[in-house]
């Protein structure tokens, strides 16, 4: 973890620290404290002040993401694989950030996790809002044994360990949106961005970008652009992100396991419970006219079976609309 995110983690009981002890904390000088306080004054939505012979104190806490705390909960099987965790205050892109840091190390099997990105990519070129301390975005490379034409089903497996997490949450009524969208009653709760990276016929990594919508502030839901909804919301009360972020790598790393030996055939059960395009009227970007298409559950690959013309077609990509009362199974 970054000084800066370290000094956010002590003051986020709310009390007062005087700059002394911190500055013994971190193991740097009083004024670099100050001029670190003054930095996270200026950079982020926080306010930290400071009362003479009292020392520094922030106005509107927050908990922020906790290195050991994530490590701490991950499965003896995670760390056994593990290379590296890291914890940024901000990054562009935590997928972008793991993109550039495989360019340059040979380091396989990261997670980054951020506090806030400013260029948050969702999919199809769309931006994932991405409000400070306030929810999940989270990234992991890892190497996988199989080529990329063979990881069509890898964003489904995603989604399916994403929702398992939420479901030891006590999230209910959690379904999928082919191929990783994660819905409760119509409203997207997380979004799953996959990039591959190696030949197109030997093993490859995947970047694995997770976004989930945890505790999102009211004044960042004028920037979204699509029904949500997060945790905080469902559960009624303020969920803790450590426990969130671990919770959904130990669902994760299993199942990237058996995706990586036996491919998504494994997978196709967990995939019909949540499914939530099963049996709907559904439209294909650039492929048919709304409604056109009746979706029919997916195959051993993990490609969406649909219903068009009295035939049933496999698709492998492309954007799938729903008539919107179709959207949710509550309607
Ligand atoms: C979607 O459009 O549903 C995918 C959203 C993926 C968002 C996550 S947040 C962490 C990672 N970094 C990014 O820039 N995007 C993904």
């Known amino acids: 973890m970054t000084d800066l995110l370290i000094l956010l983690d002590y003051l986020s009981d709310g009390q007062f620290h005087s700059g002394e ?19 996270l004054n200026r950079a982020l939505p926080v306010k930290i002040i400071s009362v ?35 914890v940024l205050l901000e990054c562009s892109s935590t997928n972008q950030y793991l993109l550039e840091y495989l360019e340059k190390n040979q380091l396989k099997n990261c997670v980054v996790l ?4 400013t260029q948050g990519r969702g999919r199809r070129g769309r931006h994932w809002v991405s409000p400070f301390a306030s929810n999940i975005y989270m990234s992991l490379s890892w190497q996988m044994d199989i080529s990329i034409a063979e990881m069509a089903g890898l964003s489904l497996v995603v989604a399916i360990s994403v929702a398992k997490a939420l479901q030891k949450f006590e999230v209910n009524d959690v379904m999928l949106k082919w ?33 989930v919508n945890v505790n999102m502030p009211k004044d960042a ?32 790393i299993p199942r990237l396991q058996q995706f990586n030996n036996k491919g998504f055939s494994g ?23 709304p409604g056109e298409g009746i979706a029919r559950g997916v195959d ?32």
């Open 221 to 252: 839901t004028n920037k979204i652009d699509q029904p949500w909804v997060d945790m905080q919301q469902l559960l009624n009360r303020q969920v803790n992100r450590n426990e969130v972020a671990a919770m959904i790598l130990n669902e994760l």
């Open 114 to 117: 951020a506090e806030t990105q």
């Open 179 to 211: 191929p990783n969208d994660v819905y409760v009653a119509g409203r997207k709760l997380a979004g799953v961005l996959l990039e591959l990276r190696g030949e197109s016929n030997s093993p490859c990594s995947a970047i694995i970008g997770i976004g």
């Open 267 to 289: 997978f196709t059960g967990e995939w019909e419970q949540m499914d939530l395009l099963a049996g709907k009227a559904i439209t294909i970007e650039g492929h048919m006219q």
């Open 52 to 86: 003479h012979s009292k020392g520094y104190k922030i106005e509107n806490p927050v908990a922020v993401l906790n290195k050991n705390a994530i490590m701490d909960s991950l499965s003896a099987e995670f760390h056994s694989q593990l290379n590296q965790l890291e």
């Open 300 to 331: 051993k690959q993990g490609a969406l079976l649909v219903e068009y013309k009295g035939e049933i077609q496999a698709l492998y990509s492309g954007e799938v609309s729903i008539r919107p009362k179709n959207l949710s199974r509550h309607d």
């Open 21 to 39: 002890d911190l500055a013994m904390e971190l193991g740097v000088s009083r004024t670099a404290i100050w001029k670190k306080i003054q930095k």
